[in-house]
């Protein structure tokens, strides 16, 4: 069964992300020290996490980072609010072509999604998921289904308008594949080997999955995560007219 850290090294591993930040490290075993990135800080206010900066993911952006991070891992406080914060905070230090992923996006039942946390132990991920589904709207963001459901986000050069769209429980639970853009570990991790777009005025180019853009006579046209699962998973090697 694969989990934050199967995905955080895939991506590390294959986009060659040197530089990560941890917010929430809790156990370092767990996760933190499995993370194959050159350059790794940690932070939790907790001493027992011996993260590399003992305070709250607040106190740390507001204190500044001196560089930018290639992958970010969001998974402090579970509440939408401060994963909000978490989330535009760390666009600010994000690299261009870096990703930030987001933990316990897609929760198993409502019990564990109470806010406040209801009880200091037992399985809780909190309201996470009302943050996610506010970036459903963006190509450059899908859910992989795997560990609790980790919200991927690519930093492909476009842009982000905080949403005020809230969802409860019910809605969120019948159409939690489209408000997460859920997909499975197979769809998110297999390459897309080549495929082929067809421009409206006959001319044709060809992409594989690592490509974010391609270029053509009538201009540069964007593909985000999601128009590239989806390529990948309706084995399509040829569109007419722009991906929908």
């Not at 694969?2 to 992300?17: C, G, I, P, Q």
């Not at 459901?149 to 939690?176: H, K």
């Amino acid at each position: 069964m694969k989990t934050r850290t199967d995905l955080l090294n895939f991506l590390a591993e294959k986009y060659n992300l040197e530089r990560y930040l941890e917010i929430g490290v809790q156990v370092p075993e767990l996760n933190f020290d499995k993370i194959k990135c050159a350059i790794k800080y940690g932070v939790d206010p907790d001493p027992s996490a011996r993260a590399t900066f003992l305070m709250t993911s607040d106190e740390a952006f507001n204190a500044g980072f001196r560089n930018k991070f290639d992958l970010i891992f969001i998974d402090g406080l579970h509440t939408a609010e401060q994963v909000k914060k978490d989330f535009e905070n760390a666009l600010k230090v994000l690299s261009p072509n870096g990703f930030i992923v987001l933990h316990d996006c897609n929760p198993e039942k409502e019990e564990h999604t109470i806010v406040p946390r209801p009880t200091e132990r037992g399985h809780w991920n909190g309201d996470v998921y009302k943050f996610a589904c506010q970036l459903s709207s963006y190509e450059d963001f899908v859910t992989v289904d795997i560990d609790n459901g980790c919200g991927v986000w690519r930093n492909g050069g476009g842009y982000y308008v905080p949403s005020g769209s809230v969802w409860v429980w019910e809605d969120f639970d019948t159409n939690r594949k489209e408000l997460l853009n859920l997909v499975t570990w197979d769809e998110f991790s297999t390459p897309l080997v080549q495929a082929t777009y067809l421009f409206p005025n006959g001319n044709v180019a060809t992409f594989g999955w690592d490509d974010q853009q391609i270029v053509g006579l009538q201009g540069q046209y964007s593909f985000g995560l999601q128009q590239k699962i989806k390529l990948h998973s309706d084995h399509r090697t040829q569109w007419n007219g722009f991906p929908s």
